[in-house]
């Protein structure tokens, strides 16, 4: 009996963008399974026939088809179990926790009316904040296509800056006896550490006949302009962001990068794959053991997709594939027992780079957000079009550099 698909698979920042219900969820697991397990065969008989010196080119398109439908399935799998994390941690969305305010957003949107309920969240620079149900499903979205959030701490601030107090290890100790002399001791010192935000904007334009005419849910239409161009921008910034105007991104503290000597703990330590062009199995099983186990019951892997592809090939000293898929519903595949996170702005394989990422994301970087999303109707700019120009003020920063190390690839 076919299952019915009751919400639609797209194309999204990860590939295939799965917000299936979890029945499908099981069918897209059982799928993943059975393409590895199939993987693994073919896999096994090409290694055999290298050894043999022989290439079968119809055995290297099967693989290659293999290793392409495991990305999707595993892709799909993935942004559903965000989808999961989402809904467990904003809510589901159903209902509106202010509908007279929604009410009025809405009619805002489609005709510029004002009225005392919508100036319940007026600024006076002439911006209106957005329904709280509104802002939370945003909120959602963002967590389900930028895994970044999903991984980070997440800090609200009301203000445009957070500062913290890192302790610098500096508290000395003695033993003594019964009656013997007290000397003070030495006390740590605290450094702090500021994260700054930037800010994001979107502004997307719709006519005014069509605000007129159109039947559809302005809420739904204006969240899908803004969210994918909001992730994808988080996104990069989180990793490679250089603080200007935007988040400060968590590749710019590892070792011999931009901000390597700016976090009061110092750099994000790499641990070199032992090869100049490639990562092996024992590079991955280096970078495990460096991180100290304080961190390590909740670290997993960050890579992008084409890295992961390279690595689904490797295996132990017993023949075992290191990765393997996810099995149940709301886990990820894992690599050496751990979870794997694909996050698509990360380096590629290759001479010099830092394609691996293993830690714990939660106490290792921080997501700053300002309160709130902020719309603001513009139909005068760029007649006859009406512009919804939509900021988001976030940052991100390096936490504590010591729950994470990085592989890069050199001897």
């Known amino acids: 009996m076919k299952t019915k698909q009751t919400m639609p698979l797209r194309r999204g920042l990860m590939g295939v963008y799965a917000t299936a219900p979890e029945a499908d969820v099981h069918k897209l697991i059982k799928e993943l399974n059975s393409a590895f397990n199939?993987?693994?065969?073919?896999?096994?008989?090409r290694e055999e026939n290298i050894k043999k010196?022989?290439?079968?080119?119809?055995?290297?398109?099967?693989?290659?088809?293999?290793?392409?439908?495991?990305?999707?399935?595993?892709?799909?799998?993935d942004q559903a179990n965000q989808a999961m994390v989402g809904m467990r941690l904003v809510g589901d969305g159903e209902g509106k926790v202010d509908a007279e305010y929604s009410a009025a957003f809405n009619a805002n949107l489609r005709s510029g009316e004002i009225n005392a309920a919508l100036n319940k969240g007026a600024a006076e620079d002439g911006g209106y904040l957005v329904p709280t149900e509104w802002d939370r499903t945003l909120e959602k979205r963002l967590l389900i296509l930028s895994p970044m959030r999903s991984l980070a701490k997440v800090q609200t601030t009301s203000k445009p800056s957070f500062t913290r107090l890192f302790t610098e290890h500096g508290m000395s100790s003695g033993?003594?006896?019964?009656?013997?002399?007290?000397?003070?001791?030495?006390t740590g010192k605290f450094k702090p550490f500021t994260y700054n935000t930037g800010e994001i904007y979107v502004n997307p334009s719709a006519t005014q006949q069509m605000l007129d005419d159109s039947e559809i849910n302005l809420e739904s239409w204006l969240l899908g302009e803004i969210d994918n161009e909001i992730a994808l921008q988080e996104g990069k910034a989180f990793l490679t962001g250089d603080g200007v105007n935007k988040p400060t991104g968590l590749l710019t503290y590892i070792e011999g990068n931009a901000n390597a000597s700016k976090h009061p703990y110092g750099a994000i330590k790499v641990v070199k794959s032992g090869n100049a062009n490639e990562i092996t199995a024992d590079a991955l099983i280096d970078l495990v053991y460096a991180l100290p186990a304080t961190y390590a019951s909740n670290a997993g892997f960050v890579m992008n997709r084409?890295?992961?592809?390279?690595?689904?090939?490797?295996?132990?000293g017993?023949?075992?594939?290191?990765?393997?898929?996810?099995?149940?519903?709301?886990?990820?595949s894992t690599l050496l027992g751990y979870k794997v996170t694909e996050l698509v702005d990360m380096p590629d394989v290759a001479a010099n780079t830092t394609p691996v990422l293993f830690g714990d994301l939660a106490q290792g970087y921080m997501v700053l957000d300002r309160v709130g999303v902020r719309v603001l109707r513009d139909p005068y700019t760029n007649k006859p079009f009406v512009s919804f120009y939509t900021?988001?003020?976030?940052?991100?920063?390096?936490?504590?550099?010591?729950?994470?190390?990085?592989l890069k690839v050199a001897t």
Do not use: C, H
Request: glycine share 8%.
């Open 53 to 77: 010196g022989v290439i079968d080119a119809l055995q290297e398109t099967t693989i290659k088809n293999l290793e392409s439908r495991i990305t999707e399935l595993q892709a799909a799998v």
């Open 175 to 186: 033993w003594v006896g019964e009656t013997d002399a007290r000397p003070e001791t030495t």
């Open 391 to 406: 900021t988001k003020r976030v940052g991100g920063g390096l936490l504590n550099p010591d729950t994470m190390k990085v």
């Open 38 to 45: 199939e993987f693994k065969i073919e896999n096994n008989k």
């Open 318 to 332: 017993q023949g075992n594939y290191l990765w393997q898929p996810s099995l149940v519903a709301g886990q990820p």
């Open 306 to 316: 084409n890295t992961l592809a390279t690595l689904r090939k490797l295996k132990d």
